[in-house]
């Protein structure tokens, strides 16, 4: 750190003698650059040097530096932003959902089985199918599914299906028989198995239940584990995201991340959140042995955050709320991990300096992430923590002041609430609603809201988030004005979520999240000004390039 400080420095006070010292890089000249840095938002003239960001200001100014070996390119009067981070993410999820069958925009049950059964025929007798996607809410009848009409369809092959959220899955008869579940099969605490005439198993398992089947399907390959993290982080890039949060990776794909990136083929920025390690783990994590790491393989990987459960999800009615569902009066949700569990593992993070992230969609599990966090903030006094609660979907509005008062950041993604917004209020009612996606509520409490997908869940596209943080519309532009258009960001404002926010989420913003002097040389250009077109436009824009450290990672055909 006191390196980059003096590296700073020079930059600030001398940028002809910087560049003096060293005169190959980049040069960007002729650009709409939005720096994200408060004290040059922005620029026409970006260089570039060993990766980082060297200078940034006017075309003249450039100039007046001198260089002779420097690359230069003329943006022409392109766009150039900081690059994006997608502050919640899966990045193993994505790359494995891009080799399973897709179900995400299936308009019926029927469409969903046709989809999976095209898929069997390249797959051979007995093998297990996998997939995800499919979300009844799109479906005319609402309900979850039932297994029977997916077994007849495939009576040999094993299948289970992840809902969109990943919060429930669907098996068939077949997946039910290996896996060993029966009607005496019980609900494990935090999870629910949905049942049919006598008690058995419909096929649909909720939160902590997904395990009960997911465990007999067949471990991916080390290899198979390689080539679905390369086809991510490539996705990724052609989309503008030079960096993630990765929420909940096991020490095994940290492991594949690690054998990538010393092999110089990792090229994204993952902060990594560790999956929670359980009360009563079986083995230990040697990543959580080894304690926080920041910055390896020159900045492709940080290990130094938990990812932990608080409850379910709003669409599989597992969110926890403070009282039942509007439109499923008997149920109000699960408490996936006790109170105790959280409370434990935030003390442990702050004696530690792990960071704890603890999902929270509903008001119940929202309260219960925060109350844990007090209690540990109590035991163990510590200003700069930074714990976040990811989603913080549907808050109580006496909560909504508690996150600025503990310090907690509510990691948020704009593109869940116009996926949500056709039937959240049927969930919750008219009264909780007020309380739901309440990003300027909370920002008016004086946090930051690093935004993201929670990919692949929605699509990996952060202008998707972008556009619905300031318009609160879905990509068709509807509703007209917005869905409760008094919680909309700024442009500014959902700018910084998907680059300074995200860094300061993440411990990272002296060397990420604006383009900066000594910053990492991470940059977007786009072939329209997105803080300036019609709204109606953003979602037009085109990703012309993505550089990481300076280095090209992606280029449109």
């Known amino acids: 750190m006191r390196h980059l400080s003096t590296y700073l420095s020079i930059v600030a006070l001398a940028p002809s003698l910087l560049w003096a010292q060293n005169d190959a890089g980049l040069i960007l000249t002729n650009g709409r650059i939005y720096t994200v840095d408060n004290t040059r938002p922005m620029v026409s003239a970006l260089a570039v040097r060993g990766g980082r960001v060297a200078f940034a200001g006017s075309d003249a100014e450039m100039r007046a530096l001198g260089w002779r070996d420097a690359r230069v390119i003329d943006l022409a009067g392109r766009t150039v932003i900081p690059g994006m981070v997608d502050a919640h993410a899966h990045l193993l999820g994505l790359g494995t959902s891009l080799r399973t069958v897709n179900l995400a925009g299936s308009k019926s049950y ?66 039910m028989e290996l896996a060993g579940v029966t009607a005496a099969t019980k609900d494990p605490s935090g999870g629910r198995i949905m049942r049919g005439a006598g008690g058995a198993p419909s096929g649909v398992f909720v939160d902590n239940a997904e395990d009960l089947v997911s465990r007999a399907i067949p471990s991916a390959s080390r290899a198979q584990t390689r080539a679905a993290v390369l086809a991510a982080i490539t996705e990724c890039n052609r989309w503008g995201l030079v960096g993630i949060h990765d929420a909940g990776a096991s020490a095994s794909t940290v ?8 092999a110089g083929d990792f090229n994204l920025r993952n902060y990594v959140m560790l999956s929670d390690p359980g009360e009563a783990p079986a083995r230990p994590n040697p990543y959580l042995q080894r304690g926080p790491r920041s910055g390896l393989y020159d900045g492709r990987i940080w290990v130094r955050a938990i990812k932990l459960y608080a409850d379910g999800a709003l ?18 949700g699960l408490l996936v991990s006790s109170a105790e569990h959280i409370r434990k593992m935030a003390e442990m993070g702050l004696r530690r300096g792990f960071q704890i992230n603890v999902h929270a969609i509903g008001d119940r599990g929202n309260r219960a992430a925060l109350d844990a966090f007090e209690s540990a903030l109590r035991a163990v006094p510590r200003a700069d923590h930074r714990f976040r609660v990811e989603h913080a979907q549907v808050i109580s509005e006496q909560d909504i002041p508690r ?19 056709r039937w959240a209020e049927q969930r ?11 990003w300027r509520a909370l920002l008016n409490t004086g946090v930051i809201i690093p935004n993201g997908s929670d990919f692949p869940v929605e699509e990996v596209n952060p202008l998707l988030s972008f556009h619905a943080a300031i318009t609160r519309q879905d990509p068709s532009n509807w509703p007209a004005g917005g869905w409760y258009p008094e919680q909309r960001m700024t442009r500014q404002e959902a700018l910084q979520s998907l680059t300074i926010w ?56």
């Open 428 to 438: 919750v009612g008219p009264v909780r609603i007020r309380g739901a996606y309440a």
């Open 502 to 557: 995200p860094a300061q989420a993440a411990f990272q913003e002296s060397v990420m999240g604006s383009l900066a002097a000594g910053k990492y040389a991470d940059f977007v250009v786009l072939d329209r000004d997105i803080m300036q077109v019609p709204e109606t436009e953003i979602l037009s824009a085109r990703v012309i390039a993505t550089y990481l450290g300076g280095r090209k990672v992606y280029e449109a055909k």
């Open 403 to 421: 996150f600025a008062r503990l310090g907690v950041i509510p990691s948020m993604q704009g593109s869940h609430q116009t996926s949500d917004m």
């Open 255 to 262: 492991t594949v991340y690690e054998e990538l990136a010393k």
């Open 315 to 332: 669409g599989s009615r597992g969110a926890a709320l403070l009282t039942p569902y509007s439109d499923e009066p008997a149920n109000s």
């Open 110 to 175: 029927d469409e969903a089985i046709a989809r999976v059964v095209a898929w069997a025929k390249n797959v051979g007798p007995g093998e297990w199918i996998t997939g995800r996607g499919w979300d009844q809410n799109l479906w005319a009848e609402k309900e979850f599914p039932t297994h029977e009409a997916l077994s007849r369809a495939l009576p040999r092959n094993p299948v289970v299906l992840s809902r969109i959220d990943g919060h429930a899955v669907l098996a068939n008869a077949r997946a």
